[in-house]
C-alpha cells in the first residue's frame, strides 16, 4: 500500500528562495521517484496575506500541511529597510505570529522559518555564530526587520516549552517526537527570480540590473563602454549563498535537523568578498557576453555603505554537513544573469 504524501507548505513560495526549492524538488523527482515522500505546496499572496490571521488560516485549513518552510516576509535590501522600518517591523511580527501560531494549531510536525545574518548585534566580535543573535542591538539602518526576524527564535523557544508542557497533546501515535520549531539564519542570497528592482533589491540583482541597462544604453549609442554604479564605497564584505545551494540545504534541514536552536546556512568565512569584488564579477560576465563592450565601475559615496560587515560562522552547517559543495560565485553570478536575461520580461524589476 502507498504511504500517505507528507504535505509541505511553502510560505513565500513565489520569492527567490520558494522558486529555488520549487526547482530543487522538481530536479529531485525527476531524478528519483522516491522522493514523491512529500507534496509540495507553494503559497503567495495570490494565496492569502499571511499577516492577517483568518487568511493565514484559510491557507492552513485548505492543506492540513505536515511541514511548514516559512519563507514568506517583507524583505529588501539595504535601501528599502533604511525607509521602511516601521512596515518591516510590523508587518513581518505580524506575519511570523500568525504562521507559527497556526503550525502549532494544526500539529505542524516541524516548521522551519528563515532568519537572516543581518539580523545580528551591530557591534560584536567575528566570526559571528548562532548563540549570539541577542547579544546587542542590530544595525540600525535594518532595526525594524531585525528584531521582527529575532521574535522568531523567541517564539520558537517559547512553543518549544508550551510542546514539552503539554506533550500528551502533542506527541503523534506514540512517537516519541514532539514537534520540532526551529529557524535557519542564510547569509544574502541571490539566485533567478530574485527581485532585480532598483529601489527595493539587494546588491547582486541591482548591480544585474544596472549593468544591463548600461550595456543596453552603450549598444544604443555605439558606445563600447558602459558604466556600473555601485552604491557607497565597495567597501563592505558580504558572504553570497546561490540560492539553489540554500535550497538543497533547506530540504536537509527538513529532513535531517532537530535542534530548535538555529543553524546559519552559508558559504565558508574565506569566500566573502567585498562589494567591489562582487560588481567585478558582474562587470566581467557582463564583458564575457558582449565582448565589444567595456564594464567601467564607478562607486557612488553618496550612498550609505550599511554594515560593514556580518562574517558569519558555519562551523555548525559543515558539523553536520562537512563535504556540501557551493556554487563557486562566478558560476552562481553567470547562471543568474542569463536567467534574468532569459526571463527579462517576466523578471521583478
Ligand atoms: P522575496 O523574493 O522577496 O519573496 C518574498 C515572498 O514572501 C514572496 O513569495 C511573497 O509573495 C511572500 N510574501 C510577502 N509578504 C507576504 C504576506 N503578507 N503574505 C503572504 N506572503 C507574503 O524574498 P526571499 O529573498 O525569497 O526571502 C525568503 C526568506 O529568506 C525571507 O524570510 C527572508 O527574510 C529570508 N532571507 C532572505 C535573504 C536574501 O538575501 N534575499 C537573506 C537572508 C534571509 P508575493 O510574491 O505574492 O509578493
Ligand atoms: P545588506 O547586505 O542587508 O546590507 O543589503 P544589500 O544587499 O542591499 O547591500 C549590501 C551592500 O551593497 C551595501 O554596502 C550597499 O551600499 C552596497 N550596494 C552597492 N550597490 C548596490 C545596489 O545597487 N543595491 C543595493 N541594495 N546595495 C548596493
Keep these: 500500500m502507498a504511504t500517505k504524501q507528507q504535505i509541505v507548505l511553502v510560505t513565500g513560495g513565489s520569492g527567490l528562495v520558494g522558486q529555488a526549492i520549487r526547482m530543487i524538488v522538481e530536479q529531485q523527482q525527476q531524478e528519483s521517484s522516491s522522493n514523491n515522500k512529500y507534496q509540495f505546496i507553494f503559497v503567495s499572496t495570490k494565496d492569502g496575506d499571511l499577516s492577517i490571521l483568518n487568511e493565514a488560516r484559510q491557507i492552513f485549513e485548505k492543506y492540513r500541511p505536515n511541514y511548514v518552510i516559512h519563507l514568506a516576509a517583507m524583505v529588501g535590501g539595504l535601501f528599502r529597510n533604511l525607509k521602511y522600518n516601521l512596515e518591516f517591523l510590523r508587518t513581518n511580527l505580524a506575519i511570523n505570529d500568525n504562521v507559527l501560531l497556526l503550525a502549532k494549531e494544526f500539529h505542524v510536525q516541524k516548521c522551519i522559518s528563515c532568519l537572516s545574518t543581518c539580523i545580528f548585534p551591530d ?80 546588491v547582486i540583482p541591482g548591480l544585474i540590473y544596472k549593468a544591463y541597462n548600461a550595456v543596453q544604453d552603450a549598444k544604443l549609442k555605439n558606445s563600447n563602454t558602459a558604466k556600473l554604479l555601485v552604491f557607497g564605497s565597495g567597501q563592505p564584505r558580504r558572504q553570497f549563498i546561490y540560492s539553489l545551494d540554500l535550497a538543497r540545504l533547506i530540504l536537509w534541514t527538513m529532513e ?3 535542534e530548535i536552536e538555529p543553524i546559519i546556512l552559508s558559504v565558508d568565512e574565506s569566500d566573502e568578498l567585498s562589494i567591489g569584488e562582487a560588481a567585478k564579477l558582474v562587470a566581467e560576465t557582463f564583458e564575457r557576453s558582449y565582448p565589444d563592450i567595456r564594464m567601467e565601475i564607478q562607486f557612488d559615496t553618496n550612498y550609505s555603505d550599511g554594515q560593514f560587515k556580518k562574517t558569519a560562522s558555519n562551523l555548525k552547517l559543515r558539523r553536520y554537513l562537512p563535504g556540501f559543495q557551493f556554487t563557486s560565485m562566478s558560476d552562481g553570478i553567470r547562471d543568474t544573469i542569463r536567467w534574468f536575461i532569459t526571463n527579462y520580461d517576466v523578471a521583478r524589476k
Design 256 to 258: 535531517n535537523y532537530n
Design 123 to 202: 557591534k560584536t566580535t567575528y566570526p559571528i555564530d548562532e548563540t549570539m543573535i541577542h547579544l546587542g542591538p542590530p544595525h540600525q539602518s535594518n532595526f525594524g526587520y531585525s528584531y521582527a526576524k529575532r521574535m522568531i527564535d523567541i517564539l520558537n523557544h517559547a512553543y518549544s516549552d508550551h510542546f514539552k508542557n503539554n506533550s500528551n497533546d502533542y506527541v503523534v501515535d506514540g512517537s516519541n517526537q514532539l514537534p520540532i520549531f526551529t529557524s535557519i539564519i542564510p547569509t544574502n542570497v541571490y539566485g533567478p527570480y530574485d527581485n532585480f528592482n532598483l529601489e527595493d533589491s539587494h
